[in-house]
């Protein structure tokens, strides 16, 4: 697969910070030095602009780097430029929700509670189609194209390299109807089909579990490079928080780790869910 633009210019943000702190130097003095404003070398670090071929091998005159780190940034550059198969949908994504899936593409590690809906990745296409209409208000176009991403996206767990991937789904998700029972069943199957895939963990957080350490959805991205820290994901109706510092990460692990254990045993979850989905089948 090839690397994904987002996580390409995400590592190219870190190992150009990285080279400053090293040099302890601020923004406005590496700024100064190569006669760019502060704001520029801070935009660089963080993301939010364009790094250009030059603006590199300047960086890298400046810290001394070696040649094999300038073309190693050079390349991550390039490549930070490319466009991910999810952006030729353009307006069906928002510009907020493309940074995850460009890092969701890379994670080797995926670590997800849902409180209220089923996981994206093991929705079946009527209910994505069902949740949009009801809470995007989006033109049709634009539905079907977020809806065939997201179709696409659910690849990610099949794939030979899929991540490791765990879910734990509070049981409300499961009997909170969308669409009708018809479209519950078809859904709940899928959720059971995907839950049998070698590279998928899934427990349900029953009604009965008492009290939890969660106040919401999140996922927990890891990646296969060390240099290239875990994030978590929090999502809303028009942005998103993106959350890397150590503390954070390590609330949240912990957050985590007590909903697992709170959570059902992956054989007594699979068989809640086959319980709820006879109920929709009645």
């Known amino acids: 697969m090839a690397g994904s633009p987002t996580a390409r210019r995400r590592r190219l943000s870190i190992e150009l910070k990285k080279l400053r702190e090293k040099s ?11 006669d760019w404003s ?4 801070n935009r660089m670090e963080t993301g939010s602009g364009r790094v250009q071929p030059s603006d590199i091998d300047a960086l890298c005159r400046f810290y001394s780097t070696t040649d094999e780190l300038r073309e190693f940034l050079k390349s991550l550059a390039r490549e930070a430029k490319t466009r991910g198969w999810w952006q030729v949908h353009g307006s069906g994504v928002p510009e907020w929700f493309n940074i995850y899936i460009g890092l969701e593409q890379e994670a080797s590690t995926f670590r997800q ?8 990745l093991m929705q079946t296409e009527s209910y994505t189609c069902e949740l949009h209409k009801t809470g995007a208000h989006m ?3 634009d539905i079907a194209r977020a809806v ?5 996206r659910q690849t990610l767990l099949t794939r030979s390299d899929a991540p490791d991937a765990w879910f734990v789904v509070n049981e409300g998700a499961l009997r909170h109807v969308v669409g009708d029972q018809a479209l519950m069943r ?8 995907s839950a049998q ?17 969660a106040a919401g959805s999140f996922t927990m991205l890891g990646f296969p490079d060390q240099e290239d820290p875990d994030l978590v994901y929090r999502d809303g109706i028009t942005d998103a928080i993106y959350l890397e510092g150590e503390h954070h990460v390590r609330e949240y692990t912990r957050a985590f780790d007590g909903l697992r254990a709170a959570a059902l045993s992956p054989q007594r979850s699979a068989q809640l869910i086959a ?7 009645s």
């Open 139 to 141: 033109p049709a176009e």
């Open 38 to 41: 502060g704001s520029k070398v």
């Open 24 to 34: 302890a130097l601020t923004c406005a003095q590496v700024g100064e030095a190569l």
């Open 197 to 213: 895939l070698p590279s998928v963990t899934l427990q349900v957080l029953p009604f009965d579990s008492g009290t939890y350490p």
């Open 148 to 152: 065939r991403v997201r179709m696409e």
């Open 186 to 193: 078809e859904q709940l199957e899928r959720v059971l089909d």
């Open 275 to 281: 319980s709820v989905l006879k109920d929709y089948t």
């Open 113 to 120: 509670y849902q409180c209220e809906l089923i996981p994206g």
